[in-house]
């Protein structure tokens, strides 16, 4: 299990969270996702090698920005 | 056909103006709901009298509060 944790911008509520959440927990292997709205950090439990660039592109699906790991 | 507006405050994004969005479109007569983020203002079209009851209870169950006419 590897646990990964991102921060994303732009989350201005719950519904934004949401749709992060939903979005990053379609990827390959994640059994968790964790959103904390007011600092933007996303933590992300994975059963296999989590897709960085999945991620990423999952976030920006949602319509928001990672800034960092 | 009948004109309508009310002023929602608490929307902070387009998830939150599509909610608002989908409840009172969901209202009896309602044909058209228009909705500007930055004002808070929601614009009904209606085809029958609108229940201004029924519009208090979408924005609410949105997660939401109307202000003013």
């Known amino acids: ?5 991102v921060t994303v911008t ?9 749709a992060v959440r939903e979005e990053i927990a ?3 292997g994640v059994t968790d996702v964790e959103v ?3 600092s933007g950090r996303v933590t992300i439990t994975s ?3 989590l ?3 999945a991620v990423k592109a999952a976030v ?3 319509g928001y920005q990672i800034t960092g790991g």
């Not at 299990?1 to 944790?5: E, G, H, K, L, P």
């Open 1 to 5: 299990m590897t646990i990964s944790t």
């Open 47 to 49: 059963d296999q090698d």
């Open 26 to 28: 379609a990827i390959a």
């Open 36 to 38: 904390d709205l007011d």
């Open 60 to 62: 920006e699906e949602a």
């Open 10 to 18: 732009g989350m201005t509520c719950g519904h934004c969270t949401s």
């Open 51 to 53: 897709d960085q660039g």
